[in-house]
């Protein structure tokens, strides 16, 4: 019988244990979560209370490690006293305990002892060698086992780091990977038992590095983020701001994890934790949860204030904008390989220390391979998913110039690896190399490795560049990517959607006609799928008042959208981020949605003084009232204020299972975890529908609440404002939605068209266009990305 993945268990309910179990329940699997009971209790209503308080605070964890509050009821608790035999009913079985090596052994003992043969077993440990946790357990239990090394969030964190021992089953890390590759979403990579495996062993070196080149010449905290930020293709939060969100003490520990375990003397040296941060933790500045670290966040009079460690004088001192030129001329720069490249040649403090960052970096990295994985793939991988580089570390050295850089090395004095010196003198001068469309990295032995691909994993630049394009503009593309499908791709500035998008749907759509089985719209362009209208071209049109030009715009709103509703073959969007506006308008109509589970979905015009104008506010009545609406004896009223609610609060889900909830997504739309997997599988999903005989909906009248449901939803809209939760042009909006949504000054249980919602929408877009609270919220939006409430 085929493995598989049905129920599991986590044994440690702390942060991580909790974190772990929520995101198994995410995707379906039924999970039992357990741990200590307390210290000396004996009442058996009390004995789960250490983990019923973890599932609790599940609740209220930002990020949510949950998708939707429903998610809770497939975690079931219990204690280790009473409830480990529990596992012998489990596929799999995480051990999440305290990061002790002792506890971890004794602890496994127990766990064999109910462990049912052939379960899979792993240790989420951070550092500890996996196989000094098994070593006292039988051979049949080590075959299944393995360390399994989750990222914190677990939800939102790609990087899985697998460590299997000399025992492990191969056939086992074959079905993890793909199990946890597709159900999960991950990013594995296979690492080996060494100190902090490869991601924090990389990853920790880089910000002592930072630490001690911040020291050494002299730079600030705030100088530091900048210069390792995104400027060199890091996230945000950089050096500091990093360490504050993990926790300095935390960060303390995992240092010390590889100072304790190494025994190279130059290795010890370098994961030594510095003296500033013992004296932060010894001070309690141990990062965000203590409300002081490198950074300090305080209120004043005039509001929040950010503050920065000054590391000489140990006092918080008000940030300082650089004057570095080197940071000028690399934000002045295009592209993160011409960035890293002025950086690196700047003279100035900035450009020694990204130089000096850098070169360790790359160094230290090339020095660890073959000791912590065996090659550069999956060092550069588990950087990209484990840090959120852009660029592992392999990867940028290549993208300045490998024998630039080491013939500079030299001249500094640094001893090259062997394997380096090897490769350049058989005139290879990268680490990646580029063969027709496949790509080839290097191997110890100096030969060359095809970097696989899976299946599920489509590049639409690939296919661009290898098909051409049939139809383009400004704003999207139309190529062919394989098996009678063709997609649409949005690459406006933003992905916001515009006129030369909306004129590229109709030409599509006439393509697929005559030529295609089906379409998939989406990208792969940025985080975000799409944030809505152009509102810097709809305000310029608002101020000059031009009604002709806004009227125009909403019309090929609507024109796309009952195209894509009742066309004759599928259409499948692929949202992932955030889908907003006009995104979600391009979803509604679509035959199909195929979404990333992290989609945040939403008709949010209301903050900005506005309603939903390009066919949403029809679709979502529509949607709300199809399996009710010519049942006369069922009271539509509350359906239809279900969806005032959701559009006039402007709410935006979470995950893309919530937005199920919201009623943004219907329940036979699906939804991809692995985000690297979203356009394959709405291909798939395009393709199985035609090959099903796809057949297009059939338009039919909508019944409405008319007038009474109108006056019933103003009545609300009055009591809010009375009550002082929203403003009197909030209640202006509310009207105009609420006019839409009811289906205008009808009889209740009228029956309308489409087309009448779509021109009531229409009428309420333009007159709120003019109104000049409306545009100011407008601006407010476009200058502070923040809603303005007036």
């Not at 004057?323 to 001329?329: D, F, K, Q, T, V």
Request: charged share 25%.
């Amino acid at each position: 019988m085929e493995r598989t993945i049905r129920k599991a268990a986590v044994l440690g309910s702390g942060v991580m244990g909790a974190a772990i179990a929520a995101h198994l329940a995410n995707v379906g699997i039924q999970t039992l979560l357990l741990d200590m009971a307390p210290k000396g209790e004996t009442d058996p209503n009390k004995m789960n209370d250490i983990v019923e308080a973890s599932k609790k605070n599940l609740l209220k964890n930002k990020p949510s490690p949950l998708f939707t509050k429903e998610v809770l009821n497939r975690i079931e608790i219990g204690n280790f006293d009473e409830d480990l035999h529990r596992i012998t009913d489990v596929d799999w079985v995480i051990e999440v305990i305290i990061e002790n090596l002792e506890i971890k052994q004794e602890f496994f003992k127990k766990i064999e002892l109910h462990w049912y043969p052939g379960t899979i077993v792993s240790s989420n440990t951070s550092g500890i060698s996996v196989h000094a946790i098994c070593e006292s357990n039988s051979e049949q239990f080590k075959k299944h086992f393995l360390g399994t090394h989750f990222f914190n969030p677990p939800r939102y964190m790609k990087l899985l780091e697998f460590i299997p021992t000399k025992h492990t089953d191969p056939n086992i890390v074959s079905f993890m990977k793909n199990f946890c590759e597709k159900k999960l979403g991950k990013g594995v990579v296979i690492a080996k038992d060494t100190p902090n495996f490869i991601a924090n062993r990389i990853g920790t070196y880089g910000l002592l590095c930072s630490l001690k080149q911040m020291e050494k010449l002299g730079l600030t905290i705030s100088e530091v983020d900048e210069l390792t930020g995104p400027l060199i293709g890091r996230p945000k939060s950089a050096t500091f701001r990093t360490l504050d969100l993990v926790g300095i003490d935390t960060f303390v520990l995992v240092a010390n994890t590889v100072y304790e375990n190494v025994t190279d003397p130059e290795e010890k040296e370098i994961f030594k934790v510095p003296e500033l941060m013992e004296y932060m933790v010894e001070q309690g500045y141990i990062g965000d949860k203590a409300g002081s670290g490198f950074y300090q966040k305080k209120r004043t009079d005039t509001g929040k204030v950010i503050l920065e460690l000054d590391v000489v004088n140990k006092t918080y001192i008000p940030r300082s904008k650089s004057n570095l030129s080197s940071i000028e001329a690399a934000k002045d720069t295009k592209g993160l390989k011409n960035k890293l490249k002025v950086l690196i040649e700047s003279d100035d403090k900035g450009g020694k220390f990204t130089w000096e960052l850098m070169k360790k970096g790359w160094l230290y990295a090339a020095n660890k391979v073959p000791e912590i994985s065996d090659d550069i793939r999956a060092v550069d991988e588990a950087m990209k998913w484990g840090f959120n580089w852009e660029l592992g570390p392999f990867e940028a050295w290549d993208a300045v110039g490998v024998v630039d850089t080491v013939s500079r090395m030299k001249e500094e004095g640094e001893i090259i690896p062997v394997w380096i010196e090897s490769m350049l003198a058989t005139g290879k001068t990268s680490f990646y190399e580029k063969q027709g469309d496949k790509t080839f990295y290097i191997q110890m032995d100096g030969g060359l490795k095809e970097k696989e691909i899976a299946k599920e994993i489509i590049s639409l630049d690939q296919i661009k560049e290898k098909n051409g394009v049939i139809k383009s503009n400004t704003g999207a593309s139309l190529f062919d990517i394989g098996d009678d499908i063709a997609c649409l791709q949005f690459h406006s500035m933003n992905n916001t959607i515009g006129p030369d998008v909306l004129q590229m749907v109709p030409i599509a759509l006439e393509e697929v006609r005559k030529n295609y089985r089906g379409l998939v719209i989406g990208h792969q362009k940025g985080k975000n799928f799409c944030v809505g209208a152009n509102l810097m071209m709809l305000l310029m049109a608002a101020q000059d008042e031009d009604w002709y030009e806004i009227e125009q715009m909403i019309q090929g709103f609507h024109q796309m959208a009952m195209g894509l509703k009742y066309f004759e073959k599928p259409i499948v969007t692929a949202p992932f981020g955030m889908t907003l506006g006009g995104g979600v308008e391009v979803c509604l109509p679509s035959s199909h949605v195929q979404a990333s589970a992290e989609t945040y979905m939403g008709l949010v015009e209301m903050g900005v003084g506005l309603i939903p104008a390009g066919g949403g506010t029809k679709e979502m009545l529509v949607r709300s009232t199809v399996s009710v609406d010519m049942d006369k004896t069922i009271d539509l009223l509350p359906f239809v204020n279900r969806v005032f609610e959701t559009i006039g609060m402007a709410k935006v889900s979470t995950s893309a299972a919530e937005a199920k909830e919201l009623g943004l997504l219907r329940a036979s739309d699906r939804i991809t975890m692995n985000p690297d997997h979203l356009i394959y599988d709405a291909k798939q999903a395009a393709l199985g529908m035609s090959i099903a005989g796809y057949e297009p909906p059939t338009p039919k009248k909508v019944r409405v609440v008319g007038e009474p449901g109108l006056a019933a939803l103003k009545m609300g809209l009055y009591q809010m404002k009375m009550s002082g939760f929203i403003s009197e042009h909030d209640e202006l909006i509310g009207t105009h939605l609420a006019n839409i949504l009811s289906g205008g000054k009808v009889a209740a249980n009228s029956l309308v068209t489409e087309k009448y919602l779509l021109e009531l929408e229409l009428e309420a877009f333009l007159s709120l266009c003019g109104e000049p609270k409306s545009q100011e919220r407008i601006q407010h939006m476009l200058l502070t990305r923040k809603p303005l409430r007036n």
